[in-house]
């Protein structure tokens, strides 16, 4: 067992205080040894990715929409797997939009629920557009092509007709028995809820900006002892991803924990830096060569390789995904999920990429080269070109999206604890990384073991890791209070 010790007081300490929900700790990041099930793999193909033996034309929930929502997420994975240069950042604002999409198409038949037109500055529909007899089904998988298709606009040769395929198989389906006005009507209430969700996004011109320069020439890092620098033949990405719209909290409303409040640069082996640095590069060398469960953590968890692995952000719906399953959702309940997740990362990266820029703090392998070791690489070196992802290293983006993800999933649930194995990469076949499912019990546990796999991966110090956490479950907070019900 391995124990973080946090220097920092969680944000979700009174959340979960009010929730009353059971759990460990919190003056501690504390990871339990955890039991493995070994699930066969199968064939590994786009738009079949699904997990606990799932495949699309099988029934796994009780409510057919539901269904088709999950099937649609799947197909997302897939997609999300073979983008080129949206991660993470891009992915966390795509899936805003997406399920915003998904939402906005249903909501007339949620009882429970208003639109967010009446919450988000400059974002309309018309409710003439609206028919009696629209099919909601049809509407959606109307709705789900024309935003996957703009969203999801970075994709590998070939991977893009997917979606169109993906769209016209469930339509034949779907349309079967419905005359030609609900055919019609559904299709035209679903494009019109994509087509105004994404004229909404496109007011976003920052955003719209950084997504075709994701590494400006504009830019260029402070230079300084212990900041952050990039690799030869390397681009800061996402230097400005703070101006990049938010839904429930921004940047200025969040709190930052101050890097040199905490931690002061020294190459001093006795200095609180110096142990930090030590630690990673003794935890990756032995997670490397000792077999241990380190590697195995690290590497489950890594969702850094396209091609190769689903995005950070994409990890935390995949588990939603799971989790709707595993709760047999209705569907309103998976839409509202799905929506507030999707807010949720987004403002989580808008929020962790204001700070790592703020503070521009070295990467540990950086330090650990020039004092410790100088053949120092890190285990994620194997997978992509260079030893670290391309942007500065504090507070950690897989803590805080893990985080941020905890803290909606236990306001959602109503509780901390879970009987819950991760099977995201279950289907994959001859992964080169170990993506052997991971058991939990609770999702307080399973953000915990996220935000500590950065350091026997070796990109991560421990500070980064219970920053990203405080951060996450601050920004939970917000999200978790959006009103999405008429009954107040």
Request: charged share 20%; with cysteine.
């Amino acid at each position: 067992m391995r124990k973080i010790n946090l220097r920092c007081v969680f944000v979700i300490t009174a959340l979960l205080i009010t929730q009353a929900c059971a759990t460990d700790d919190l003056d501690e990041l504390v990871l339990d040894e955890t039991e493995t099930a070994i699930i066969e793999d199968e064939d590994d193909t786009l738009a079949d990715r699904i997990p606990q033996d799932q495949n699309n034309d099988t029934q796994v929930v009780s409510e057919e929409t539901t269904q088709l929502i999950l099937d649609w997420n799947e197909l997302w994975f897939g997609l999300d797997r073979r983008t080129v240069g949206m991660r993470p950042n891009i992915v966390t604002r795509s899936l805003a939009y997406i399920h915003l999409t998904g939402y906005e198409t249903a909501v007339p038949y949620m009882g429970d629920y208003t639109s967010n037109s009446d919450r988000l500055n400059n974002f309309d529909l018309n409710s003439n557009v609206f028919e009696d007899n629209v099919n909601l089904n049809l509407a959606l998988n109307t709705a789900y092509d024309l935003a996957f298709d703009h969203f999801m606009f970075s994709l590998e040769p070939g991977v893009r007709q997917n979606i169109s395929n993906f769209h016209d198989e469930k339509a034949s389906e779907l349309e079967e028995g419905l005359s030609e006005s609900e055919i019609e009507n559904s299709e035209r209430w679903g494009r019109h809820v994509a087509q105004r969700v994404i004229a909404y996004s496109q007011t976003d011109r920052d955003a719209e900006a950084q997504i075709i320069d994701q590494t400006p020439n504009s830019y260029t890092a402070p230079v300084g002892t212990g900041l952050w620098a990039a690799a030869a033949n390397e681009d800061a990405w996402f230097p400005y991803w703070r101006e990049v719209r938010t839904f429930a909290i921004s940047p200025n409303q969040t709190s930052s924990v101050d890097f040199n409040s905490v931690l002061s640069y020294s190459t001093n082996p006795s200095s609180d830096y110096y142990e930090q640095m030590i630690d990673v590069y003794t935890v990756t060398n032995n997670a490397a060569t000792g077999g241990n469960d380190d590697l195995w953590i690290a590497e489950f968890w890594a969702d850094d390789v396209e091609g190769l692995m689903i995005s950070p952000p994409g990890r935390q719906v995949s588990i939603a995904n799971q989790l709707i399953v595993q709760n047999d959702l209705e569907y309103d309940r998976a839409l509202e999920l799905l929506l507030k997740l999707g807010f949720a990362l987004n403002d989580a990266a808008v929020s962790a990429w204001d700070d790592k820029y703020n503070y521009n703090i070295e990467r540990p392998s950086n330090y650990i080269r020039e004092y410790i070791d100088e053949n120092f690489t890190s285990n994620l070196s194997r997978f992509i070109d260079g030893v670290n992802p391309a942007f500065p290293s504090y507070p950690s983006g897989h803590a805080t999206f893990a985080g941020v993800s905890s803290g909606v999933f236990i306001s959602f649930f109503g509780t901390d604890n879970i009987d819950f194995t991760d099977t995201t990469y279950s289907n994959f076949r001859n992964t080169p990384f170990n993506s052997t499912p991971r058991n939990f019990t609770s999702f307080t546990e399973m953000a915990r073991e996220n935000a500590y796999s950065r350091v026997p991966l070796g990109v991560h110090i421990e500070q980064d890791a219970i920053e990203g956490l405080r951060l996450g479950y601050e920004i939970s907070e917000a999200v978790n209070n959006l009103n999405l019900s008429t009954s107040l």
